[in-house]
């Protein structure tokens, strides 16, 4: 197996010191050759400067292409669907089957989120899917939201495979909510709760900072943010505006780290604006696996995800008096905690566990392959 990657974080946009000013950085991770192409990048771009990134990524993806190991089929992911002209372009050179996978919804996104405007640069952008998505043999989803958009195009579902995000049980498992975490932060006797992720504009967290403004005279109940992105200097600066002391920012965590993480909260929130209702964001199930109940802040596929399992609540999108409200019962009924957390747990296990759905996946590749 090969994957080829950019050089910078997507969230911040830089490349690390140890492979900057590379075309190629090679690595090899648990036998997995990984390929860094080159890419232009910088944090704080303009839309501009970030189409010149992708476009330098999609260059540079094709060319390194050609230094990998011999290869069956080749998997293009996006966003930016710029990959898609890469995987395209691979597939043709090297005869093999092209698999498209989608994990946002681009350029859709980005137009309602108001980051691609103009009519000119919105045809562009909606003829380079049209285009993608005529020349793919085969897309990979994971969102049951996305056959619908797969569908305007006329693309048949027996060329769909349906991959949801999941999440390995056996790392992220009920524990002890009294860990080594919560005595770092001091939060022994706190009411958590849990947001770990992105913090970009479809994220949406001014709503947490707003609805942390409306409890913060509750002295037992703190938010905890974890990650990075775009957006959290701003969210930062508005806290301190606001003098929110029940407000904790932590840097983004090693992988390893994150099940402590989630399991010194006591609820775990999954927030994004209203207009993503297609979307399965993996961090429910990563709170599922741990035992912890969900307040989910985004409707569509993943609300019905949370009430078939009886997992959490559910508030309005872009809503603090609604998020405020949610927490507040579940600080006043600490019983519906563990049985929102049983409940979770039990339903990711069975619908949502990573080794399964790596299976499933291998066989629908490994078919593709003898077609």
């Known amino acids: 197996m090969v994957v080829i990657g950019g050089m910078a974080n997507p969230l911040t946009m830089e490349a690390p010191r140890w492979c900057r000013r590379k075309f190629l950085f090679k690595e090899n991770v648990e036998g997995v050759e990984i390929l860094r192409a080159f890419t232009i990048s910088k944090p704080k771009q303009s839309f501009i400067k970030r189409i010149i990134s992708y476009l330098s990524f999609m260059i540079s993806s094709i060319t390194v292409s050609f230094r990998s190991s011999s290869v069956d089929l080749v998997i293009a992911c996006s966003p930016q669907i710029f ?21 946002d919804l681009w350029p859709d996104f980005a137009i309602e989120e108001g980051i691609l405007r103009g009519r000119f640069k ?41 991959v949801p ?8 498992k009920p524990s002890k909510k009294d ?7 001091y939060l022994d006797k706190k009411f958590v709760v849990l947001y770990a992720g992105a913090h970009g504009q479809a994220n949406n967290l001014k709503t947490v900072i707003e609805a942390a403004k409306l409890i913060k005279n ?13 957006e959290k200097r701003d969210l930062i600066n508005l806290s301190r505006y606001y003098s929110l002391e029940n407000v904790i920012f932590l840097d983004p965590q090693p992988r390893e ?20 209702k297609t979307t399965y964001p993996n961090k429910i199930f990563d ?6 109940p969900i ?49 979770a747990r039990k339903y990711v296990v069975e619908h949502f566990d990573r080794k399964k759905i790596a299976e499933h996946f291998h066989q629908a590749l490994t078919k593709i392959i003898r077609q």
Request: aromatic share 10%.
């Open 83 to 103: 990959t898609g002209i890469s995987g395209y372009v691979v597939s043709r050179v090297k005869k093999i089957p092209f698999i498209f996978e989608i994990r």
């Open 218 to 230: 509750n002295k037992d109940i703190v938010f905890l943010l974890v990650g990075d992105g775009k």
């Open 295 to 343: 307040i989910l802040a985004i409707d569509g596929v993943a609300r019905k995800v949370i009430e078939k399992a009886n997992a959490g609540v559910f508030v309005e999108p872009e809503n603090p008096k609604a998020l405020k409200t949610a927490i507040l019962n579940l600080y006043h009924h600490r019983e519906l905690l563990g049985e929102y957390g049983v409940n």
């Open 287 to 292: 709170y599922m696996a741990s035992g912890r």
């Open 179 to 185: 860990n080594h975490i919560r005595k770092q932060l």
């Open 165 to 172: 995000n999941g999440v390995d049980t056996n790392i992220f």
């Open 257 to 276: 780290r994150m099940p402590e993480i989630c399991a010194a909260s006591d609820v775990c929130l999954a927030i994004l604006k209203k207009n993503y």
């Open 122 to 162: 919105i045809q562009i952008a909606k003829c380079i899917e049209k285009f993608i998505y005529k020349k793919a043999h085969y897309f990979i989803i994971n969102s049951p939201g996305y056959f619908s958009h797969l569908a305007k195009f006329g693309i048949d579902k027996k060329r769909i495979i349906f």
